[in-house]
């Protein structure tokens, strides 16, 4: 374990804040994407 690099305090926080900020940018992405869909596919189907 002594030739592990362990990250800093401050690196560890800033990656977190990353994977959080794309997670979040992702799922809004995705929603939005599902909801277009929806609306389209309920547009076609309702002739």
């Known amino acids: 374990m002594r030739k592990c690099t362990w990250p800093?305090?401050?690196q560890l926080?800033?990656?977190t804040v990353?994977?959080?900020v794309v997670m979040a940018v992702s799922?809004?992405?995705i929603f939005g994407v599902?909801?277009?869909l929806?609306?389209?596919i309920t547009?076609?189907?309702s002739f």
């Open 8 to 10: 800093t305090r401050e």
């Open 43 to 45: 547009f076609l189907t």
């Open 18 to 20: 990353l994977v959080l």
């Open 34 to 36: 599902d909801q277009i």
């Open 27 to 29: 799922s809004l992405y």
């Open 13 to 15: 926080l800033e990656s």
């Open 38 to 40: 929806y609306h389209v």
